[in-house]
């Protein structure tokens, strides 16, 4: 019974590992999300540009600690939720991308598994110019995440421009674009048509109509001075409207989706929500912006 009881209280008291689960790209925005840490205690994050090893660590509460990496560079500390979890979603640049990273729980001096950076990859989306329906693609940005797909015939009624994108694709936000425009310079081929994104519910509880987010391209495609609006009437579930089909002659923008949105957590900057779905019949939609803004403090 003795042994039985210090066994029972050795294995009540263990330490769990850490675990460290990752997505995203380098470069690009990553996620991180570990688990079975020390619920509110410290966690520090450490560095190398060597790769794996076994150095220990130098100095505080775990030195001498073997780690899975070497050459230690020391990183910034965090503390973890009182359910013992942290989550970090960081932009990665370039030169991050040759570096290892490895979390170590101060309380416990358990470590989590070393992650090369240089192992996150892109998400396959496929191809930005596949525009679906007939449409061709006018212009992909450099960052191959955003589309303009354009239907010659100006038949597609602007209500149904997101089956105009690519598959998997859907009708950009403004946060969207915001994030993924870098760099994106050039003029379209003839008439620049008038670019909509997401079909937004007007006024409270949808009671206005709906609009598009709409880009007012002229000749370029740098359109620094967009801004939140609801503008190219348009119609969607729960706030229909009697416009019919129109404004055909606009050109849809579309982006790849999010690896981060639908994870239930709101992440910046390319959220404004975010319900853990991909339902876009609910008040989230489906890219992780509100179906009725106005009811949340943004006027449409």
């Known amino acids: 019974m003795i042994t039985a009881g210090l066994a029972l209280l050795m294995a009540s008291t263990a330490q769990a590992v850490p675990t460290l689960t990752t997505d995203g790209a380098c470069p690009g925005r990553a996620l991180m999300e570990l688990d079975d840490l020390t619920p509110g205690g410290p966690v520090q994050l450490l560095m190398s540009t060597l790769g794996t090893g076994d150095d220990h660590v130098a100095a505080g509460p775990c030195a001498d600690t073997v780690t899975g990496i070497r050459g230690i560079l020391t990183g910034p500390r965090f503390v973890a939720t009182d359910l013992g979890r942290l989550r970090l979603t960081p932009t990665l640049r370039e030169p991050l991308c040759g570096y290892t990273l490895q979390f170590l729980d101060l309380t416990t001096c358990e470590l989590t598994r070393p992650v090369g950076l240089s192992d996150l990859e892109t998400p396959d989306f496929g191809d930005p110019a596949a525009c679906r329906g007939g449409a061709e693609s006018v212009a992909v940005a450099p960052s191959g995440t955003m589309s303009i797909c354009d239907d010659p015939s100006d038949v597609t009624c602007e209500q149904d421009f997101a089956a105009l994108c690519p598959e998997g694709w859907h009708l950009c936000s403004l946060?969207?674009?915001?994030?993924?425009?870098?760099?994106?310079?050039?003029?379209?081929?003839?008439?620049?048509?008038?670019?909509?994104?997401?079909?937004?519910?007007?006024?409270?509880?949808?009671?206005?109509?709906?609009?598009?987010?709409?880009f007012y391209t002229g000749d370029a495609l740098d359109w620094d001075g967009a801004s939140f609006n609801c503008h190219y009437g348009s119609s969607r579930d729960t706030c229909v409207t009697d416009y019919g089909c129109n404004e055909q002659s606009s050109a849809a923008l579309c982006c790849a989706p999010s690896p981060l949105c639908g994870n239930g957590v709101t992440d910046g900057p390319e959220e404004l929500c975010d319900d853990a779905n991909d339902d876009d019949t609910d008040e989230c939609l489906s890219n992780c912006t509100w179906k009725n803004p106005t009811d949340h403090g943004r006027g449409c």
Do not use: K
Not at 175 to 181: F, S, T
């Open 175 to 214: 946060e969207e674009y915001q994030a993924r425009n870098d760099g994106w310079m050039g003029s379209f081929p003839g008439d620049a048509p008038t670019t909509l994104g997401t079909i937004h519910c007007r006024g409270v509880g949808g009671r206005d109509g709906a609009g598009h987010q709409t």
